[in-house]
């Protein structure tokens, strides 16, 4: 799960197409097979025995735990045994993997600390919102018929094997009827669908696990969204209510010219859209969409931070987001709510921590003797944005 010589989880992922032609050839456009001849590449995230403890000690919420089978959800009489005492009977969600069912955990990137970490790494890469699934599936089963989703998915395949059917989106050239794509992942294999692409998967003679990671970019649409809610947001006209008659009818409809004039009217105040991606930004960052990091084993680290020298290799703690703040008599660095001051002849200091998840104490940048570097880190571990990288 960790970088492995200075690459991300995402950067070995797409190592069979390469991370820079993926996102000019293949995000958000075309279907990216992700063959790998390493089976033990996702070792760590989610493999078949780990649904016991899942359910064991995650405990989720009714809900986030369902069945499907050939995309009809399990019936009220399959289901009607997990709701028994409020908690799940696992027997009953392993006796339904053997009828044919797959099952659904929804939203493991909220529980599971391997997940989360993952989860966080690719929300902050691709500057996007990122959710996470686990689907299980027996021997010769199918979960769900054709269909597309609404968001890009990477599925990574963590156990087992599923074969899986892809087809042109609804109005291509050849009508969609035969698959565009016809292949098998195999345990440590990915795969990347577009949004709206149909897709179909279904396993053979043995247990398919694969983890769908829902990925959510900043579109278009959002960003128009975005930018006439801010040009509206400071026109008292926009908070006056429409005219009750032409509401209920009795009315002709305002006309569109008079929307249009008052839109223009507010666009024009708005010459930059920076203000706008970087509130975008920082709706990622927040403490309310970072919530507690997740363990990776930093009280180790608060416990080790004495023994720090200049050839110690750290790293960021996964989900904690850090901006560069800078004020006429300070530099600082934003993170976990707060943020830490410091002399503002050290700004070049703090960006090379902030720009980089990894690194050697003694290759930070700007004027810090060695000596300084070490207790600058081992600052930033006791306050929660560092850790050793073991």
């Known amino acids: 799960m960790e970088n492995v010589a200075g690459r991300s989880m995402l950067d070995r992922i797409l190592e069979p197409v390469?991370?820079?032609?993926?996102?000019?050839e293949y995000w958000s456009k075309n279907v990216a097979v992700l063959k790998h001849e390493a089976p033990d590449l996702l070792d760590g995230l989610f493999g078949l025995d780990d649904i016991e403890e899942y359910l064991f000690v995650a405990r989720p919420p009714l809900g986030e735990v369902r069945?499907?089978?050939?995309?009809?959800?399990?019936?009220?009489?399959?289901?009607?045994?997990?709701?028994?005492?409020q908690t799940y009977a696992t027997q009953a969600l392993y006796k339904a993997l053997g009828?044919?069912?797959?099952?659904?955990?929804?939203s493991v990137h909220r529980r599971w600390p391997s997940i989360r970490r993952l989860a966080l790494q690719f929300e902050e890469r691709l500057q996007a919102r990122v959710e996470a699934n686990v689907y299980i599936t027996g021997t010769r089963s199918q979960g769900f018929a054709i269909h597309a989703d609404t968001h890009d998915v990477l599925a990574l395949q963590t156990h087992g094997a599923k074969r899986w059917a892809i087809y042109e989106r609804p109005g291509g050239e050849t009508g969609g009827a035969d698959p565009t794509h016809d292949l098998q992942l195999e345990q440590g294999d990915a795969l990347y669908i577009p949004v709206g692409v149909r897709h179909a998967a279904e396993?053979?003679?043995d247990f398919s696990v694969h983890l769908a990671v829902g990925l959510y970019p900043y579109t278009w649409r959002q960003l128009l969204d975005d930018t006439i809610e801010r040009a509206v947001a400071t026109d008292g006209r926009w908070s006056q209510p429409v005219p009750l008659a032409q509401v209920a009818g009795a009315a002709a409809p305002p006309s569109f010219e008079e929307l249009e004039t008052r839109l223009r009217e507010g666009l024009?105040?708005?010459d930059d859209l920076s203000p706008v991606?970087?509130?975008?930004?920082?709706?990622?960052?927040?403490?309310q969409r970072r919530g507690n990091p997740p363990p990776s084993g930093y009280l180790g680290s608060v416990a080790a931070a004495g023994s720090i020298t200049p050839q110690t290799a750290v790293r960021r703690r996964p989900g904690v987001g850090v901006k560069v703040t800078v004020s006429a008599g300070y530099a600082g660095l934003e993170f976990m709510?707060?943020?830490?001051?410091?002399?503002?002849?050290?700004?070049?200091?703090l960006r090379f921590v902030a720009d980089r998840d990894a690194f050697r104490v003694e290759e930070i940048a700007g004027p810090l003797s060695?000596?300084?570097?070490?207790?600058l880190v081992r600052r930033l571990i006791r306050e929660g944005l560092l850790e050793l990288d073991a």
């Open 268 to 270: 024009t105040k708005i």
């Open 337 to 349: 709510g707060e943020t830490l001051r410091t002399p503002r002849h050290i700004e070049e200091s």
């Open 67 to 85: 069945l499907v089978k050939q995309g009809q959800w399990a019936p009220t009489q399959e289901v009607m045994p997990l709701m028994s005492s």
């Open 203 to 205: 396993t053979t003679s």
């Open 370 to 375: 060695d000596s300084s570097k070490v207790v």
């Open 99 to 106: 009828n044919g069912y797959t099952i659904v955990l929804n």
């Open 18 to 24: 390469g991370a820079d032609p993926f996102f000019e």
């Open 277 to 287: 991606l970087e509130a975008y930004r920082q709706q990622l960052t927040t403490m």
